[in-house]
């Protein structure tokens, strides 16, 4: 951090390269859960890997937009 309270080049890089590392993984994660919900309820549906890549990435946009709105850091 730099002296004003701002995050710095690389601490924005890294944040980025780890959100992207975590991706697969929360999306494998959200497959399997959903899977195991469906074998179980079928009216949940069975998504696949491709689906819940786009999920999670519109649920991170989501989260990220609902922090700006209410104001949190």
């Known amino acids: ?3 004003r309270g701002q995050l710095s080049g690389a ?3 890294g ?3 780890a959100a992207l ?3 697969p993984l929360e999306a494998w994660l959200l497959m399997l859960v959903m ?3 469906h074998s179980i309820a079928a ?3 069975a998504v696949g890997f491709g689906t819940s890549v ?3 990435v519109g649920l991170n946009m989501l989260t ?3 922090r700006k709105f209410f104001g949190r850091k």
């Open 1 to 3: 951090m730099t002296q």
């Open 43 to 45: 009216a949940v549906p």
């Open 64 to 66: 990220g937009y609902a």
């Open 11 to 13: 601490a924005v890089a």
């Open 35 to 37: 899977g195991a919900v």
């Open 15 to 17: 944040a980025c390269v």
């Open 21 to 23: 590392a975590l991706l």
């Open 54 to 56: 786009l999920l999670v």
